[in-house]
């Protein structure tokens, strides 16, 4: 099965830098690849989807990026914000097209 | 906002007990998933759906089983609850095309928190 690994020690930056965050994958080699945003208590939300054949997506202050060679995703938060604070998800899709998920990486903005 | 809904949000049973945990999507999907999630811990596949009478086992063992009887409802239902089983529960459903194309993005619902005595 896949393993998804990001950054397991937990992010604090401060207010208006930016974040990166990191998710490394074995195995084969998917067709693409996912980040959501989980708040405590809350299911996580969808913030971007990244397919194979794309080497970088952004949305707003979000970029990612995707390197199959290296089987590496990166997460660019730019202009980070104290609300920007959460637990950030990869996800790849297995050979069965089920999603799985990493342990995430908890981010603090500080003010 | 997703138009996703699990309930109970909260729930406390006593040891023994049979439980059944509801979710419903007004989206029209036909993928649904049922994760487990303890507090700070990464997220378990335990259940999956690619539609009506389909039902698979995720990669994390559960003495759960699940039903789909109708697109929109995915219950998850424990026979008898132990404090083993206290955690979180997440459904989610997400649109499928296919296995060129894979799933679109996955919605969650807000979860049910479950706690066994």
């Known amino acids: 099965s896949q393993k998804i690994e990001q950054n397991s020690e937990a992010l604090n930056i401060q207010e208006g830098k930016t974040a990166t965050l990191t998710c490394n994958y074995t195995?084969?080699?998917?067709?693409?690849l996912q980040w959501y945003r989980q708040d405590p208590g809350r299911g996580p939300v969808f913030l971007l989807l990244i397919r194979e054949n794309e080497k970088e997506k952004r949305k707003e202050r979000l970029k990612v990026t995707f390197d199959t060679t290296l089987k590496q995703s990166l997460f660019h938060i730019t202009a980070s914000q104290p609300a920007d604070s959460a637990t950030y998800l990869c996800?790849?899709?297995?050979?069965?097209?089920?999603?799985?998920f990493g342990t995430g990486t908890s981010l603090t903005v500080i003010p | 906002e997703a138009d996703i809904y699990q309930t109970p949000r909260y729930l406390v049973i006593g040891t023994g007990k049979k439980i059944t945990l509801e979710c419903s999507q007004t989206m029209g999907h036909d993928k649904m998933y049922w994760y487990q999630q303890d507090p700070g811990m990464e997220l378990h596949l335990i259940h999956y759906s690619y539609g009506v009478n389909s039902t698979e086992k995720g990669d994390l063992s559960s003495e759960s089983t699940v039903s789909r009887i109708r697109t929109e409802h995915f219950p998850l239902t424990l026979e008898s609850a132990r404090p083993s089983h206290t955690s979180q529960y997440l459904c989610?459903?997400?649109?499928?095309?296919?296995?060129?194309?894979?799933?679109?993005?996955?919605?969650f619902g807000q979860g049910t928190r479950l706690t066994v005595v």
């Open positions: 989610a459903s997400s649109e499928y095309r296919g296995l060129s194309s894979g799933n679109t993005e996955a919605f």
């Open positions: 195995n084969y080699s998917p067709a693409y």
């Open positions: 996800a790849l899709p297995n050979t069965g097209n089920q999603f799985y």
